[in-house]
């Protein structure tokens, strides 16, 4: 697809159901993102996740995904010690989460490790922008590259993942015409997050892009609501809710059929061994 210069689709699952659908859409890559610790465990942000969560949670999106490349996210604390602790948590991914692939964020600084994780035969998704499990040292969730020397440091992590084995790499929350030009300046592609138009692919979280939430929530200028999964599945809900106290429902068609003459036989039965209630 990228020497075709065909786009990629990308887009985050966290159980079966999203997976699933996902896959159904024929998204091209499937990503178990730990953004998952937030819009699937109710956590504050994605450095609470551990290991044998996510682990959990690519066992499920591998049922759901059938013929999606899926990756998953290294989470914070799993691969930064040492090279061997990275090989070893992406070796885990692959063997009990099933993933094709793992992810990990940081640039140059994380070239060894990404090395160390592709000799051993597991492709690596990078990850350079902004890096949410970095949010404290970069200031909070800024745009990254907005000035030369910023946008130098994401051109040099960039290039240093590709050189360290990565088979792409996402570019978050960066001005369109850094990635763009970033973009051209690689072999392999980018999957923009807020990078705009001129990279080789889009991700985004399920959960964001498909309006799975209440209102008022806040979200990144970068994501387009394309439905409202949050308002159907409440008015079906609400709905349930409402019928069930007004007793419509369940109505005759919901409900298993008994002959007349056996239920009157029951009937007969149960009224001469039990005496009425009070």
Known sequence: MHKRNEPITMLTAHDFPSAHVADQADMDMVLVGDSLAMVAMGLDDTSEVVLEEMILHCRSVARGARSAFIVGDLPMGSYEISSEQALGSAIRMVKEGRVHAIKLEGGVEMAAAISKITTA????????????QRQNALGGFRVQGKSTA???????????????????????????????LITKKL????????????????VLVQVDMS????????????????????????????????????????????????????????????????????
């Open 150 to 180: 910023s946008a130098l440091r994401l051109l040099t992590d960039a290039l240093a993942v590709q050189e360290a084995g990565a088979f792409a790499v996402v570019l978050e929350a960066v001005p369109a015409e850094v990635a763009t």
């Open 187 to 202: 072999r392999i592609p980018t999957i923009g997050i807020g990078a705009g138009n001129g990279c080789s692919g889009q």
């Open 211 to 278: 309006g799975n939430f209440p209102p008022g929530r806040f979200l990144p200028k970068f994501v387009k609501k394309f439905g409202d999964v949050w308002g159907e599945a409440k008015r079906a809900v609400e709905t349930y809710r409402s019928e069930v106290k007004d007793r419509s429902y369940p109505a005759p068609e919901h409900t298993y059929p008994m002959p007349k003459e056996e239920f009157a036989e029951f009937e007969r039965v149960v009224e001469a061994q039990l005496p009425p209630t009070r």
């Open 121 to 132: 035969g597991i492709p690596v998704l990078a990850h350079v922008g902004l890096t949410p």
